[in-house]
């Protein structure tokens, strides 16, 4: 091999090198090192490494133009795009934004890697604040997932002064999911505090970053999308509860848990309980490798195990194949079987952070046992008052449709004859799911009445784009959809007087043309909404003919977070039936809505590519082409009209919740409620405490300040 001063010597004499002193010089540069080599066969990582690993893939202007591609072409079948740009008030401040501008402007953008578009994408879509219509690459979005060992909440003082703390249970958690990890968290803390990062939990948070804690909540609630009402984006900061399949799940929140490698540590300034002097401290974020992630030792090999399309992350023409499960299942918020049934229609929130799997500590669980007719996430238990039954509903789906519908009716007679007169559901982070299951709740609380028979949900319209009239006429002029799977075939459908389209109605036609912050737009027309979808065929069990409990008596209770088909069940109840509704633990000075992301029917990309090519129109230059990458988009094809003001969507009326419940880490509620036996008042005065994230705590307290 030649010196390598003789071959720069070459290069100064005559301005060139030989392609044989080229190679030599090259082979004497040492190989870079594979950042994503560095990362595989570990479970806990840098997020610094991380990053190095999504930033060594040079966007390819070929996967980025299909992306793109994949992405305007499904949203045509979005209901709200245009609504978005500049939403109606109330959420006029919170929802503006114009996708396609923005993916113009994505398109020109020049990227330094792949996952810095991926990034802007991202983000572009979570600004629509629409849990339902968001863009997820699982290359990226939670295959690893930062932690910190200390979750937040908002606790309010007994003055009425709120600040935010380091949850009380922090270190229980953090010790009980982390086991593996704490010590890199304990030997991070400076000097005298090394060691003790149990004397963490309950600490005042003075600073994060040298800012004011709401400073970082505010920031997050810019980004974290989801939600249109800015009190429920503040909420997700901190942590919450749900409840899961088989136990109550702890919701660490978007401080303590991110599901791409965007922070490497935290600068806190907190006083700890009992403790007068401030303390400094300096956490680092850890990320674990998602147990979804398929293992990798090189670049090559992340690229090939975990970016690419696999089965469901494209649709099928259903005459060839049977449909695999969507890619989307992995991020719905709620527990959607692998391949529910066409029949069983969805209403489904999507998060780039699949659910909790972290389980709420021992002593924060409901020691009650359960009550018959309790079915993985519904579960019902009797309070010790004697009166108040509780249903912790987590999600309005599960592994099995009919055995929902049973257990709900079951479980709910089973309070009855304990003696409950009043009801408390919890829907707390409950992500949606089973439109009809939702229908079905509403229908066995209430009754047979005007809002509930022969529907209690929303009257609904579908987008009447140039393509999907297309989906339509095929399987009307083909007959290529016999068994009733496809989302446009019109005898899956009822119109708003319960009358079934007859199989040659094209039922997007004529169309209803509109204009919507200066775009034209149409929908299925008027006389076409559809209406009534779960009675009699998507009830499995036969209602009682008279309601279980009195509206008055009913209280819904969540942090902000019910979605989808969480949305209908609680809008229904609160604006049709007058039902109360509670939200815990929302900043005092913000108003909060006890639902959002609203919608009418959730889909993706996949499901509509199924569409698509089952009516044999892939070809058709509006159809988006096959995604060459693991991802997933999501779309609300459906929008429910509102309650108040039935002509316009629902999604942009106000969901003002009835009362505001502080959480403070002892929570005071006092009251004097007058109690007469025969003649003689009696003044008592209640007084109740419960720690953050405690389930039964939170009933008790629900039920004295509601049903009092």
Not at 39 to 49: F, L, M, Q, S
Not at 96 to 101: C, G, K, P
Not at 273 to 283: A, E, M, Q, W
Not at 541 to 557: A, C, H, N, W
């Amino acid at each position: 091999m030649a010196p390598l001063h003789h071959l720069l010597a070459l290069v100064s004499t005559f301005g060139f090198i030989s392609v044989q002193a080229a190679s030599d010089l090259q082979a004497s540069k040492p190989a870079k090192p594979d950042p994503c080599a560095a990362i595989g066969g570990k479970k806990w990582v840098a997020p610094a490494d991380v990053r190095a690993c999504y930033s060594s893939f040079k966007v390819d202007p070929a996967i980025k133009s299909n992306i793109l591609e994949v992405v305007s072409k499904t949203l045509a079948f979005h209901t709200s795009v245009n609504y978005q740009i500049k939403a109606p008030e109330p959420f006029t401040q919170s929802v503006h934004e114009d996708l396609f501008r923005d993916i113009d402007r994505i398109s020109h953008t020049q990227y330094a890697s792949e996952y810095d578009f991926h990034i802007d994408l991202s983000r572009t879509l979570k600004r629509l604040n629409d849990g339902h219509c968001v863009w997820i690459n699982s290359c990226y979005d939670s295959s690893f997932i930062n932690y910190l060992p200390i979750p937040l909440t908002l606790l309010t003082e007994k003055d009425g002064s709120q600040s935010v703390h380091i949850v009380p249970e922090a270190f229980q958690v953090a010790s009980a999911e982390f086991p593996d990890e704490i010590s890199v968290w304990q030997n991070a803390l400076p000097g005298s505090l090394k060691g003790k990062l149990e004397s963490l939990s309950g600490a005042k948070v003075l600073l994060i970053n040298g800012r004011p804690p709401f400073d970082a909540v505010n920031a997050n609630a810019q980004i974290t999308g989801s939600y249109q009402a800015f009190g429920t984006r503040q909420n997700s900061f901190f942590s919450s509860y749900a409840r899961a399949a088989a136990s109550f799940n702890y919701i660490i929140g978007n401080f303590a848990q991110q599901s791409l490698p965007l922070a490497d540590s935290v600068n806190l300034v907190i006083q700890r309980v009992n403790h007068t002097l401030p303390d400094i401290i300096t956490l680092p974020y850890r990320s674990r490798i998602n147990p979804a992630t398929v293992p990798f030792n090189s670049s090559a090999t992340y690229r090939a195990n975990n970016c690419v399309a696999i089965p469901g992350t494209n649709g099928v023409d259903l005459h060839d194949s049977s449909l695999a499960p969507s890619t989307a299942a992995k991020f719905q918020q709620a527990p959607v079987p692998p391949t529910p049934q066409k029949k069983h229609l969805l209403n489904v929130f999507l998060d780039t952070a699949p659910l909790s799997d972290v389980v709420l500590p021992p002593a924060l669980q409901p020691t009650a046992p359960a009550l018959n007719g309790s079915f993985g996430v519904g579960t019902f238990y009797m309070q010790k008052d004697g009166k108040t039954g509780v249903l912790a509903l987590g999600s309005f789906s599960g592994a099995d449709y009919n055995l929902m519908q049973s257990g709900l009716l079951k479980g709910l007679q089973t309070l009855k004859q304990l003696g409950a007169t009043q009801l408390i559901v919890d829907v707390t982070n409950n992500g949606g799911g089973y439109i009809c299951v939702a229908h079905w709740l509403h229908r066995i609380i209430i009754g047979p009445k005007s809002t509930t028979v022969p529907e209690a949900g929303l009257d609904t319209e579908a987008r009447s784009g140039p393509l999907a009239r297309q989906i339509v006429q095929q399987i009307i002029d083909k007959n290529l959809d016999p068994n009733q799977e496809l989302l446009y075939n019109p005898l899956n459908w009822n119109d708003a007087d319960n009358v079934q389209f007859p199989a040659n109605r094209n039922w997007l036609l004529p169309a209803r043309d509109v204009t919507i912050n200066g775009r034209a737009d149409s929908f299925s027309p008027q006389r076409n909404r559809l209406g009534q979808e779960c009675q009699p065929e998507g009830f499995t069990s036969t209602p009682p003919e008279v309601g279980l409990f009195e509206p008055s008596q009913v209280v819904i209770v969540s942090n902000g977070r019910c979605a989808s088909s969480c949305s209908l069940f609680s809008i229904t109840m609160s604006k049709e039936e007058g039902v109360k509704t509670v939200v815990v633990g929302g900043k005092k000075d913000v108003e909060q809505e006890y639902c959002g992301t609203v919608g009418g029917q959730s889909t993706d990309f996949s499901t509509i590519d199924t569409e698509i090519k089952t009516a044999q129109l892939k070809n058709n230059a509006l159809a988006p082409p096959d995604l060459l990458v693991h991802g997933v988009q999501g779309i609300t094809w459906r929008l429910g009209f509102g309650v108040t003001n039935s002509n316009e969507p629902e999604e942009w009326q106000e969901h003002r919740a009835d009362i505001n419940l502080p959480l403070t880490a002892a929570l005071y509620v006092s009251g004097l409620f007058s109690l007469f036996s025969f003649s003689f008042p009696h003044l008592v005065a209640f007084v109740f405490q419960i720690s953050v994230n405690n389930p039964v705590g939170i009933w008790e307290v629900v039920a004295a300040k509601v049903f009092a």
